[in-house]
């Protein structure tokens, strides 16, 4: 069983909450989180031009395949 925080302790902890609660609220760390997400969600330039291609191959072997049945 635990044992109740003691005043200093508590207030120790409100102190480290209050500081990082003000310091994420800071336009620098808003900023850097922003960028960071940014940077994540964007794909590498070379990956649109490849699933675009691999998106007119199939197309491709689809009209192929299509054509050869005879389905219209």
């Given at each position: 069983m635990k044992r109740p925080l003691?005043?200093?302790?508590?207030?120790?902890?409100?102190?480290?909450?209050?500081s990082r609660r003000r310091?994420?609220?800071?336009?620098?760390?808003r900023n850097a989180l922003q960028l960071n997400l940014n940077r994540e969600l964007e794909e590498?330039?070379?990956?649109?031009?490849?699933?675009?291609f691999a998106a007119l191959i199939?197309?491709?072997?689809?009209?192929?395949v299509y054509s050869r049945l005879g389905i219209s």
């Open positions: 003691k005043e200093y302790e508590i207030r120790r902890l409100l102190h480290r909450a209050w310091l994420a609220a800071s336009p620098s760390v590498p330039r070379g990956e649109a031009v490849k699933y675009f199939l197309q491709g072997l689809l009209y192929l």
